[in-house]
């Protein structure tokens, strides 16, 4: 079993940034992808952004391109999510979760979730 514990949400205004944190514990997989995916009210979760266990491959949902960034520390069981230019639009909660499979990423489906963060972000 894998326990993801999620961090770094909150409120901040239009144009700002957080960092999203999430620490893996338990027996995780040797090797797995991590992911961060959100979801609005009255939408369907969403893939926002993956990344593979060494790093060299990730992945970004079109409209947080160029405005988040994943990235990961596998000596600390974490990854992160750098969220710039934030816009009202990425209010949502997010979650992290992590992919025993290959790459590329599933869009939906993944083995393991965290409690999810509430990102809010205001006009």
């Known amino acids: 079993q894998v326990q993801l514990v999620e961090s770094g949400g909150g409120l901040v205004q239009a144009g700002g940034s957080l960092r999203l944190s999430c620490a893996a514990s338990g027996r995780t997989f040797s090797t797995y992808t991590m992911a961060w995916l959100r979801q609005a009210p009255g939408k369907e979760r969403e893939l926002v952004a993956a990344i593979s266990w060494t790093g060299d491959s990730t992945y970004y949902t079109d409209s947080v391109k160029g405005r988040f960034t994943i990235y990961r520390d596998n000596a600390k069981n974490t990854v992160y999510l750098q969220m710039g230019s934030l816009k009202p639009e990425d209010t949502a909660v997010y979650y992290c979760?992590?992919?025993?499979?290959?790459?590329?990423?599933?869009?939906?489906?993944?083995?393991?979730w965290g409690q999810g963060t509430q990102v809010t972000v205001s006009s």
């Open positions: 979760a992590v992919h025993g499979g290959g790459w590329p990423p599933p869009l939906y489906r993944y083995d393991y």
